[in-house]
């Protein structure tokens, strides 16, 4: 980054907030496995790993339905609730066997680290999944704290799922911006008033270029200048 482009930073932004799955991590061949694995268990089966990446980002619940509804079966709540026990049983098991950051991302969190941003991850995975993956592949710290989807009383696309963290961690909501992958995530942000950047590689059905974001990226060492640009203005 340019001297100027960490001072533009630094001074517009004091906390980014991360999405967690298709942002920094690749992790749809482990919740692929962890959900066919479920599946098996009811003579279902196996899901792809595009399939997961399609069922992914509004909680473990959806995800479940979503992989049971591929296979025409239609889950009421208690077999929702019981099905995605068993697959949080699986996952957490080993959640980073396959799962890896995307390139780029170890080195861009440890140089916003370094200008003093706070940094946390909101995701609508499961907190102490999360946690597990972001220690696991050495990303917590500088990633200071994570809410996941039983943190708070409310999730993603619901702003305070974003504004609690920010709290937590002791950022500025009027200096916080938010990393994501899907249409949840500008939501999210600009429900909360903050500027969004999506990654063009996340797992969402919809492009990234369609979703409304203040700034698109292609690579994620390319987000200190996009967050450089929004500051600017």
Request: proline content about 5%; some cysteine.
């Amino acid at each position: 980054m340019h001297p100027n482009a960490d001072n533009l930073i630094a001074t517009r932004f004091d906390t980014v907030i991360y999405d967690l799955d298709g942002t920094l991590i690749d992790s749809a061949r482990d919740m692929r496995e962890a959900i066919s694995r479920v599946l098996a268990d009811h003579g279902l089966p196996p899901i792809s790993d595009e399939d997961a990446r399609i069922f992914m980002g509004e909680g473990s619940k959806i995800t479940m339905r979503r992989a049971f509804a591929k296979n025409g079966r239609t889950l009421d709540d208690t077999e929702a609730s019981a099905v995605t026990r068993e697959f949080v049983s699986y996952y957490e098991k080993d959640p980073v066997r396959y799962t890896t950051a995307f390139d780029g991302v170890a080195e861009v969190v440890a140089r916003l680290d370094r200008l003093g941003l706070r940094q946390g991850v909101c995701t609508n995975k499961f907190e102490k999944s999360a946690r597990m993956i972001l220690q696991g592949l050495k990303l917590m710290p500088p990633i200071a704290d994570v809410a996941g989807a039983d943190t708070f009383t409310v999730r993603k696309p619901d702003p305070r799922h974003i504004l609690q963290l920010i709290d937590k961690i002791g950022g500025n909501r009027a200096r916080a911006v938010m990393i994501g992958d899907s249409i949840h995530d500008v939501e999210a942000a600009h429900r909360g008033g903050l500027p969004a950047v999506l990654v063009s590689w996340g797992y969402t059905a919809k492009p990234a270029s369609e979703l409304g974001a203040e700034a698109v990226i292609d690579r994620f060492d390319a987000l200190p200048a996009a967050l450089g640009r929004i500051a600017a203005g």
